[in-house]
């Protein structure tokens, strides 16, 4: 017995129910099922229900939107941001519709007559769409393609549901209803309607909100410190207190707090939410990682502490003559060199110290060393293989065959990645200064590259929509990410490097687990295309998504799919997009750099301190932006498009050099 029960369909008893017009009955069965619950909106008019080929003419078309502009309208204020959220998706629908049936003049006629009632976020959507005019144009829209491979997703409250449900079927909208019913997702939740301000904030991608199932997978954000060295006191004395001592002065007392520091750092416990170490194969560290390491701690003993009242020193790179052709600029993580990719398909390095870069020795001078002797007695250096002969402050690397969109450096600064328009991504050795391997796979421009915090792995993003892991000693990809629905432009590493983070035009921001490839969360509520990602470097919990709208949206990982908060200027003028995004070294101040050469300082301490020391589950319209902002810095017309903390806190930005039309109207 208990078998057969198993085996019932739930739908038809739900459609029995409903056939003798027990619509509580089947509520409370709905409620009591629990889980994710979608709307259905059969009625009794199921019978009438017509496609859109049989609809008829532009007349009918309009008055079905109308229609349901009216309803929304009408409704109590209370559920009017939720209900709108459905006036977009059934306009798209609607709009392809009448392409499909080769109707491009009746599709222009209606997307003019109702493009003004779509939110203001959707501009770039609908500029897309009114590009597409014949059923051709279909097979290359990415809007057109994501709303046929998945339905648009709009959770509404019970309140919400039922009095729309009740308008369509007292006046016999038996059309809207096939629509709601099979090509949009619509989720039902039980509890107060949402307010605007939540609504909004959940709203954004070209396909509506997240499902409530999503987003479930447990994610181990943390930042594992097992990694750290731990220094003797040999290794944390400062090259200052040396100095010191040198000069004859007494440097202990020095040496005490100095090394007190170093010690805090190096006893800072892992994170309850890090990952194991051995989740992912790492390389085994070389003696020249293990020193970096430590200079990194000894640095970070010196390291300014930023707040509200302390801001960041800092000093912008300007790259000159170069007009519009700068498309990525990058620093090595311990700030020593600069790296920049090109329209022209070149890569250019620079050093950033009094140190000049050099190549290796020709071959017929390195062969004269005795290896097996010099390495024994300690005397073989990096710098006795280095010709002085070249030496310089730039090299150019050369082998692209298309504009260079992404660039940066390896953590151990031997390799510099690069990707470009001509579909390629390219190693290159910075002890030769010529290309090493090129890396093969995406179909079309690959538009972002980023190296693991541990180098060895690296992750590009193309115009194929797809995203991919690859290792420095493999010329196929290891990973393969799809999903995207338009072209993927920005890429970024968690900082624990078991996670990678994608964004783009879909103005969805994906996050992938390198060891199976599976996407673990989708985090919506994006206004504009995503130009940047940055990642609290101490905690690994907020990530700060730069969009091309002028905002900045802060996500919490340990709590949901939308943003916390949005950092927007209150004084209503737009600094164009959001070209870079960066965390200080210590997670307290988050600086954003803008298209009207501009850098912004935000105090998200103030937001993200509480939330961690209370563990707090507040929704995303409980914080605000008023107040977050610490000061805005401009610069002489150089766009940020670089903004990099040193070890020390130091706020290196760059950019190239734009001149406004005043200026090149000067004589």
Known sequence: MAGATNDLNLEDIKNYLKKHNLLET???????LGGNQSADFGSTCDNDAESSSELGGIDSFESEYSFLARAVGAALDSLKPELSTLLFPVFCHLYLDLISNGQPGDALKFFDRFEAMQSEYHKSELSHLRAVRSPEHLQNSDIAR???????????????????????ELNRRAFLMELL???????????????????????????GENR????????????????DPILDEDDATPESSVSESIKGRPSKKRLRKDMSIVSRSSRTKSSPCAPPIDRIP????????????????REAAKRQ??????????????????????????????????VAGFETSIVKVWTLTDQPLKCLKPYSELSTFDLDDEVGE?????????????????????????????????PDKQHVISCSADNTVRLWSLYTYTNLVVYKGHIGPVWDVDFGPQGYYFVSAGADRTVRLWATDQNQPLRIFPGHHSDVECVKF??????????????????????NGSCVRQLCGIKGQIASIAVNPMNGRFVAVGDTSGSTFLFDLAQGSHPITTLVDSSGKSPGAVYSTSFDRDGVILATGHANSCLKLWDVNKITEPLISSDSSESSADFQSEGLLMSTLFTKDTPVKLIHFTRLNLMLVGGNYQPSKTELSKP
């Not at 997702?185 to 396909?207: C, H, M, T």
């Not at 968690?494 to 060891?515: C, E, M």
Request: glycine residues 6%; aromatic residues 8%.
């Open 378 to 410: 300690g005397s073989l250096t990096t710098d006795r293989l280095l010709d002085d002969r070249s030496a310089s402050e730039w090299k150019c690397l050369t082998g692209h065959r298309g504009a260079v969109y992404g660039c940066g450096f390896s």
């Open 212 to 227: 409530k199932d999503e987003n479930q997978t447990k994610i181990l954000y943390g930042i594992n410190r097992e990694l």
């Open 26 to 32: 089947v509520l409370a069965f709905e409620k009591e």
């Open 146 to 168: 994501a709303l046929k491979n998945e339905p648009y997703v709009v959770n509404l409250s019970r309140n919400s549901y039922e009095y729309l449900k009740k308008q369509l």
């Open 305 to 338: 502490k930023l707040s509200r009242d302390h801001h960041p020193s800092v000093y912008c790179h300007t790259i000159h003559n170069s007009g519009d052709s700068l498309c990525a600029i990058n620093v090595s993580d311990d700030s020593t060199r600069l």
């Open 494 to 515: 968690h900082p624990n490097s078991n996670y990678v983070f994608s964004g783009g035009a879909d103005r969805i921001l994906r996050l992938w687990d390198v060891t």
């Open 181 to 207: 019913k099979n090509r949009l997702n619509v989720d039902l939740y039980d509890g107060p309607v949402r307010s605007r301000q939540k609504v909004e904030a959940a709203f954004g991608s070209i396909l």
């Open 282 to 297: 790492l390389p085994e560290m070389t003696e020249s990682d293990k020193m970096d390491k430590k200079n990194a701690v």
